[in-house]
């Protein structure tokens, strides 16, 4: 919700933007950390989600750790003071340049999603003189019920290790002097908003933990990954129900003592915390439908796009205004998939209005691009409330 204040604020300033609100962020992380605190659950932040430096300062400043996918974000988390100790590196498409500066920081820990590549972590380890930490991603095959773009954790994906080379990889583990074994992740797809879902999970977990364990390793890490989805219809809602999903962790989940949960949220963590404000251009009115044509397009929020993805539309400078009308609400790209929503009920519209896309803290501005030559999305943040 924007007070008078934040949209006589917008009415100034260029746009597009993408508007964080840092207190909501705050308030966000705060809930989850003291949530995971009453089983003594670690989480690691997916920095894919949103790596905008002031997210990632409040991120860093709650102590959570940062799960990465790439070298870059491995190199960025440590460099803005992330402790190492808390970095780990997952990513069915690791380089060899990658492995070996994630070596050179000495992470937590690779996530590992073959068999090749533990070979090639334990070569460029030895190369180095060092012992590389792994845990095996493990694909648990588990339906995650959500859209079919955003699901990780089935036979058909390309992600982590399949049950059936289990066997080899145990042996690989084994005749790998370089490596050590520290447990099992997982991660089974994004925006899940059925919690039974992560029963499913939690039975698989187990199952495998204990496939290991039978065979002498040591499991002390169960990473479950993330996925927690938000609820896109009700941004005003806004902190998710951290106590419920740790719980169902802590009740179907077979914790050894000493035995560690780990979790990689992302998108629970930061989506609600931004919005992208835009300006419409053109209001076009045709026969069968109408257009609103906005200053911001795929280049700056790319999910409608990519995955057809809902984000709640609000025609921020009539608050008070019947919505009376239908518009397809599109950006200026040159692809007719640029377009925000369909049918759209808002007040009437008209070119300078303001419109608020919500809910766009994870997978927005991260993914913005420079196609059709756009320049750089702009940020504006709040100002304390
Ligand atoms: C993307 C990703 C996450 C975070 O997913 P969210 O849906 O944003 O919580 C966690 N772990 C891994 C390995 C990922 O790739």
């Known amino acids: 919700m924007f ?24 308030n966000t992380l705060q809930a989850c950390s003291n949530a ?41 988390a440590v460099e803005i003071g992330f402790e190492p100790g808390k970095v780990v590196f997952a990513g069915v498409g690791k380089s060899d340049q990658e492995i070996n500066e994630a070596l050179d ?38 339906d995650a019920h959500t ?40 991660h089974i797809g994004s925006q899940i908003t059925n919690l039974d879902v992560y029963k499913n999970l939690c039975v698989r977990v187990n199952e495998f933990a204990s496939w290991f364990e039978e065979r002498g390793f040591l499991v002390k890490v169960l990473n479950v990954g993330g996925g927690l989805g938000i609820d896109y219809h009700q941004p005003d809602e806004q ?25 990689e949220l992302g998108r629970a963590l930061v989506g609600q915390s931004a919005s992208l404000i835009s300006r419409v251009l053109y209001v076009k009115n045709g026969k069968k439908k109408n ?23 609000e025609n921020i400078s009539r608050p008070e205004t019947e919505a009376a009308m239908k518009y397809d609400v599109v950006g200026p790209i040159c692809e007719s998939t640029d377009c925000f929503g369909k049918e759209v009920e808002l007040p009437e519209t008209f070119r300078g209005d303001l419109i608020a896309l919500r ?27």
């Open 3 to 26: 007070s008078n204040k934040d949209i006589s604020h917008f009415a100034n300033l260029e746009t597009p933007f993408y508007y964080y609100d840092l207190t909501l962020l705050q």
């Open 36 to 76: 995971a605190k009453v089983y003594n659950f670690h989480v690691h932040y997916a920095m894919k989600a949103n790596f905008n430096p002031a997210v990632l300062e409040k991120i860093r400043s709650t102590g959570f750790g940062a799960d990465c996918v790439s070298g870059g974000e491995v190199k960025k």
């Open 105 to 142: 920081l000495d992470i937590f820990c690779f996530n590992v999603e073959s068999i090749q590549e533990l070979e090639v972590i334990n070569e460029l380890a030895g190369k180095k003189g060092k012992k590389a930490k792994v845990a095996i991603r493990i694909n648990p095959n588990v």
């Open 147 to 186: 859209h079919h773009n955003i699901t990780t954790g089935l036979d058909e994906n390309k992600f982590g290790i399949n049950s059936w080379d289990l066997p080899a990889c145990a042996e690989t583990l084994k005749s790998c002097s370089q490596l050590e074994f520290i447990g099992v992740h997982f």
């Open 239 to 263: 902190i998710p129900d951290f106590a419920s999903y740790f719980k169902i962790f802590q009740d179907f989940l077979e914790v050894r003592p000493n035995q560690e949960v780990h979790f």
């Open 291 to 313: 257009f609103l044509i906005l200053d911001a397009g795929m280049t700056e929020l790319m999910r409608p796009a990519l995955y057809q993805a809902y984000h709640k539309i």
């Open 359 to 385: 809910s766009t803290g994870a997978y927005g501005e991260v993914m913005a691009s420079h196609y059709n030559l756009r320049e750089n999305v702009k940020v504006e943040f709040s100002t304390a409330k």
